[in-house]
């Protein structure tokens, strides 16, 4: 296996104080770290993008390491569902920027390193800018258009990108766009076209999930530096936390890869939200949709109205609360539709009100006329008619 | 042989994580697997019949497309794993509901 090639940082004019001897001891005294990985360690510069789940083990251990300087891309807020995973950010940052609350801890663990906060998005137009005062950069992302311009940026750069992904209780980490190595895109040339992977409803991940990857690919951001060990270059490693199982496939550089492949056509950053279908869908059903308020329906419902209710959410999520709706899971509709009486007025609904917003649309075009979408969903009911319902 | 259902897809096979199969080659295979459970084909499949391009099959630990592909020939102790591009929790590009649209 061919090492992966990373900048050589400066070492000649890093040095470490007496406190950090102390710190750093541990690596100090086993051979492949050493006093020159140390320093290589200090002079490294590791670009994290996103301090979420992936980006909290990332953070905290780079940190810890010694890795010298440390950017952070983030723009996001902590809320109360990130607590489950995300386990740089405390109860008390609940409301505060990701980036914040993320820089206190990585300066409490490490006083030693530099921290470069990037609050901002990353784009197209931004990404090779940010790039560029770094090594190494690790993708800690949860969506695919980031995930595209990572990998693309990273190529036009030639930065290895540190690759972790997760979904429910399994993980992919390899590492890609080294210069002998493949990239993400011979792996997967293009992303899935919407509709064909779950969706955020369906979605979901174990908490413990995202540390055991970020941990992974942060041992394989120090190995590059240390230029230590075998990375996974040329390897992709599923991970499968249920059943505890860990598999490795050969990756291989695609000649006709359309990023690092013999004749190239991505050669500058293009609309990655346009490349993976995603252009203001979302809103643009919701909007087309008639609507019906939370507080409208309620005082119809106490009015002895006859609307039938219907939820097109999971099975697993009724449980967690539901407005003793009859439940149709969205993706069953099309199979289930017969089971709805097109002459009663129907309200259907969901958690936010994107996918009732779809089954309205679906059912119109199958010819029911009185059917609304309840405006913000289950959420917005919690808020505006009944605080007793639980938020999720 | 055995095919590994990765989670994303579980959904369309009865929520299996393997399937066992008998098959002379890959492209056998996977249609006596979508012969099986019809809701995976168009996971795999694009409308003209191939194997979609964010799809990748393994053969053990090769991709087939560096071997004969869906011709590559299997024995009955091989393991065959199809692995599909995850991204996190939260992706608004890959809400299922798209479909009925």
Known sequence: MAMATVTQPDIQSANLSNDEVLRYSRHLIMPEVGMEGQLRLKAARVLCIGAGGLGSPLALYLAAAGVGTLGVVDFDVVDYTNLQ?????????????????????????????????????LTSENA????RDFDIIVDGTDNFPTRYLVNDACVLSGKPNVYGSIFRFEGQVSVFATKEGPCYRCLYPEPPPPGLVPSCAEGGVLGILPGLVGVMQATEAIKLILGKGEPLVGRLLLVDALGMRFRELKLRKNPDCPACGQHPTVTKLIDYNEFCGIRGEEKAVASNVPEIQPEELKARLDAGEDIFILDVREPHEYQICNLQGYLIPLGELPKRASELDSSREIVAHCRSGVRSAKAVSFLQQAGFRKVKNLAGGILAWSDKVDPSVPKY | MKIHIPTPLRQYAEKKATIEVAAGNVGDALSALTNKYPDLRRHLYTDEGKLRAFVNVYLNDEDIRYLHKESTLVKESDNLSIVPSIAGGACACCCPCRMLL
């Open chain 1, 85 to 121: 995973r995300q386990v740089i950010h405390t109860t008390a940052d609940v409301g505060r920027k990701k980036l914040a609350s993320a820089a206190e801890k990585v300066k409490a663990i490490n006083p030693f390193i530099q921290l470069q906060p990037f609050e901002t998005r």
């Open chain 1, 128 to 131: 090779l800018q940010i790039f």
